[in-house]
């Protein structure tokens, strides 16, 4: 039984340090959440929200586990808002009581989670001017992703938009993205053969490989010289309102 604690606590040890918010946590704020939470294992493809749904609780992937949100439109077509992984959470992030999800959640790449009760996580952010401060912080982030997303997609072209999303994808996943190309345009919202096109003259740059349903990133550099400001931005924004110690950059 002893060996068993351990284990568990070695688990929950490693969560805690892959996920970019819960490294955050010194030993006071991580016991107010900690008894309360249970680690699952998010399947590649699993809808853990849809639209409409109550959330009932949050989710704070652990690397390599990514989850996209979309917002579906009439005749089948979708669009992602937001790509989450391990610098994030999903679900009833500013809540302040029960409130239906907006868009679908579905795992991209599958992977451990931290799933929260979302009255544990309210109790918590009452307890903790911290974690209270934190979960504002990321949803300015999770905003922020949005709202650069209506420029990017209105002004910058399809390659750009295909480069920032890798890059995004990577520093979630790693260098190897399970990710097929129809999935892929359904993402960025456009034709699969508009893909295939940009993904092929990656491939032909040597900046991307790819090979029964996986993207693999082999030239960051060249891929980040493909992508728009958005990338950039998005991430020195990260670093502004949360960083590595929860309060960001000062």
Request: include cysteine.
């Amino acid at each position: 039984m002893a060996d068993v604690a351990v284990d568990e606590l070695n688990r929950m040890d490693d969560i805690f340090a892959g996920n970019r918010l819960l490294a955050t946590f010194d030993s006071t704020a991580r016991e107010l959440i900690e008894p309360f939470g249970d680690v699952v294992e998010l399947q590649t493809g699993e809808i853990v929200l849809n639209r409409g749904d109550q959330v009932l609780s949050t989710l704070l992937p652990v690397q390599p586990t990514t989850i996209s949100m979309t917002v579906e439109l009439a005749g089948g077509r979708t669009v992602e808002t937001a790509l989450i992984g391990c610098r994030g959470a999903v679900g009833g992030i500013i809540s302040c009581g029960h409130a239906p999800a907006f868009t679908k959640a579905i795992v991209l790449v599958g992977g451990p989670a931290l799933r929260l009760p979302m009255g544990a996580l309210e109790n918590a952010k009452r307890e903790s001017a911290f974690i209270s401060n934190l979960f504002c912080r990321y949803s300015d982030y999770l905003l922020s992703q949005a709202m650069q997303s209506v420029a990017c997609n209105a002004f910058h072209t399809i390659e750009q938009r295909a480069a920032r999303w890798l890059l995004h994808a990577q520093d979630r996943a790693g260098d190897r993205i399970a990710l097929t190309q129809e999935a892929f345009a359904g993402l960025l919202g456009v034709q699969r053969t508009t893909v295939n096109a940009v993904v092929q003259s990656f491939q032909t740059d040597a900046i991307v490989a790819t090979g029964r349903g996986v993207v693999r990133v082999i030239d960051r550099s060249k891929l980040e010289k493909k992508s728009c400001e958005c990338y950039r931005r998005l991430e020195d924004h990260y670093k502004a309102v949360i960083g590595t110690n929860g309060h960001g950059s000062r």
